[in-house]
Nanobody, 113 residues
Framework: QVQLVESGGGLVQAGGSLRLSCAASDMVIGIMSWYRQAPGKQREPVASITRAGVIRYVDSVKDRFTISRDNGKNTMYLQMNRLKPEDTAVYYC?????????WGQGTQVTVSS
């Protein structure tokens, strides 16, 4: 099991930017991902990145969000630009390690119109 700690959430106006970080307590060889869950909605994937740097985004954040990963620091990032009110959600870090799903506690992102 690996502990994941997110940071960087907050309140921002529409059009603004935030950078989320996810620090893992140990090395993660597999895919690391960001998910989000808005009030009253199911948790959904936002972006994922392999250790080699293969990246995927959900269509709604393409060209606005950038996922990255520093393997030496066991840390993943999510740069969020041109934020919209519909991006408001709790953002979660996820990693699979030794076949076990690991989740962070989440960080709130609120975008005001």
């Amino acid at each position: 099991q690996v502990q994941l700690v997110e940071s960087g959430g907050g309140l921002v106006q529409a059009g603004g930017s935030l950078r989320l970080s996810c620090a893992a307590s140990d090395m993660v060889i597999g895919i690391m991902s960001w998910y989000r869950q808005a009030p009253g909605k199911q948790r959904e994937p936002v972006a994922s990145i392999t250790r080699a740097g293969v990246i995927r985004y959900v269509d709604s954040v393409k060209d606005r969000f950038t996922i990255s990963r520093d393997n030496g620091k066991n840390t993943m990032y999510l740069q969020m630009n041109r934020l919209k009110p519909e991006d408001t959600a709790v953002y979660y870090c996820h990693a699979v390690r030794l076949g076990v799903d690991n989740w962070g506690q989440g960080t709130q992102v609120t975008v005001s119109s």
